[in-house]
Nanobody, 125 residues
């Protein structure tokens, strides 16, 4: 499974960005797909995850501002980020797991098997 994240950039506070994660290989609709981010000097943290047939899950810090979705026909997952804040500045990674993760596990980065290379998001005036 190969993942490639894109769409990052520099945006002013209050602005929006949409990240994409293109996946290829043995990906299946049953896979769990996730977004994580890592700011300088901090640990990688959960942002959002999506499983077919279930509602997406979000970190409390982004709930109401970020929305994740996936288009299996295009083999692409998206992260729409609105009302961006300087605290959202980080490298954003997409990840995949070859099974449907339960809710208590999908926020843990070690549960995922495959990772994209990351895309930088900088929120600054």
């Amino acid at each position: 499974v190969q993942l490639q994240a894109s769409g990052g950039g520099l945006v002013q506070p209050g602005g929006s960005l949409r990240l994409s994660c293109a996946y290829s290989g043995r990906t299946q609709s049953s896979y769990t797909m996730g977004w994580f981010r890592q700011a300088p000097g901090k640990e990688r943290e959960f942002v959002a995850a999506i499983r077919n047939g279930g509602s997406p899950s979000y970190a409390d810090s982004v709930k109401g501002r970020f929305t994740t979705s996936r288009d299996n026909a295009k083999n692409t997952m998206y992260l729409q980020m609105n009302s961006l804040e300087p605290e959202d500045t980080a490298v954003y990674y997409c990840a995949a797991k070859e099974s449907r993760l339960i809710s208590s596990v999908l926020r843990n980065s070690v549960a995922y098997d495959y990772w994209g290379q990351g895309t930088q998001v900088t929120v600054s005036s």
